[in-house]
């Protein structure tokens, strides 16, 4: 019988080898399972309870801009196929659903890439509306330059105040949301001491951006510019080459096209032929 509760402390072990082969072992969750646990919202186990594990995990999460987040959303793969994907949003829909209607959250949202076809499946069945989507670049390790060296670059924390940071022209374009390492949100007084506690404003050789290891390393480039994603790609993939299998992830909005046959032509590489495939989407009753 399978039964759903809130996740334990002691059931990571569970989570840590369920999650052991997804993403090529770069999934995230296990390097936020236990902030989850403490963070507000809902952490949701699927637990067999004859083999007495947990075989699927989800999580509803309220960002510091009222945001009812949905993430985390995890089967066991030998139990694939008996829809206890379907319970665990369902179940977490409805506590978002409920939560909104109390006034405590302001929207309903979630994103995803566009290979995880189920998942998008799954929610647009449950009124989720795409709302923004960009195009996932990044320069794999075998493409940097062989005679790069990290001491080339000049690297220090970038210190905007807070008044820079939510007025970014970056940000603007985005509808006023920041998207980064698949959380979109707005730029708060608490998002934005968020990322100075993780040293995630980061500039490099003059150029500004932020900077977060989520399972893999994601930047942004404030100067959406070749030159700018150049510098901050070469730089995380000379630190990350050799340690991870996941070279440093950016996005680009499609309409940008000189941007983009400019990443074409400079050995960028994509996931989906330069289609957008990087999705923001909001629930709508």
């Known amino acids: 019988m399978i039964i759903y509760r809130k996740m334990r402390t002691t059931d990571f072990d569970d989570?840590?080898?369920?999650?052991?082969?997804?993403?090529?072992?770069?999934?995230y969750l296990p390097q936020l399972f236990h902030q989850w646990l403490e963070a507000p919202g809902?952490?949701?186990a699927a637990v067999d309870q004859e083999a007495n594990k947990v075989i699927g995990?989800?999580?509803?999460?309220?960002?510091?801009?009222?945001?009812?987040?949905?993430?985390g959303l995890r089967v066991h793969e030998d139990y694939r196929g008996i829809r206890i994907s379907n319970k665990i949003t369902d179940s977490l829909l409805e506590l978002a659903k409920q939560t909104l209607a109390e006034g405590k959250i302001e929207k309903i949202a979630y994103s995803t890439h566009t290979t995880s076809s189920k998942?998008?499946?799954?929610?647009?069945?449950?009124?989720?509306?795409?709302?923004?989507?960009?195009i996932t670049v990044f320069k794999a390790f075998d493409d940097l330059d062989k005679?790069?060296?990290?001491?080339?670059f000049d690297v220090r924390e970038w210190q905007p105040e807070y008044e820079e940071f939510k007025e970014l022209h970056y940000i603007k374009r985005r509808n006023n949301l920041l998207p980064l390492a698949f959380v979109f949100q707005k730029p708060t007084l608490e998002l934005y001491h968020s990322i100075k506690e993780d040293k995630g404003f980061m500039e490099i050789n003059g150029v500004k951006g932020i900077y977060k290891y989520k399972g893999e390393p994601n930047f942004l480039v404030v100067d959406e510019s070749l030159e700018a994603i150049e510098t901050f790609a070469k730089y995380y993939g000379l630190k990350h080459k050799?340690?991870?299998?996941?070279?440093?992830?950016?996005?680009?909005?499609?309409?940008?096209?000189?941007l983009v046959e400019a990443l074409q032509k400079?050995?960028?590489?994509?996931?989906?032929?330069?289609?957008?495939?990087?999705?923001y989407y909001e629930y709508e009753a």
Not at 60 to 70: E, K, Q
Not at 147 to 152: N, Q, R
Request: with cysteine.
């Open 15 to 27: 989570v840590k080898e369920m999650c052991r082969d997804i993403w090529d072992g770069a999934d």
């Open 42 to 44: 809902f952490f949701m």
């Open 57 to 71: 995990t989800g999580k509803f999460s309220i960002l510091s801009d009222g945001t009812g987040w949905l993430e």
């Open 147 to 152: 005679g790069l060296k990290i001491e080339a």
């Open 266 to 279: 400079n050995g960028y590489t994509v996931w989906c032929d330069w289609n957008t495939d990087y999705l």
């Open 242 to 258: 050799g340690i991870i299998n996941f070279p440093p992830l950016t996005t680009v909005l499609q309409e940008d096209k000189r």
């Open 119 to 134: 998942s998008i499946h799954l929610m647009e069945e449950r009124g989720f509306k795409l709302k923004q989507s960009y």
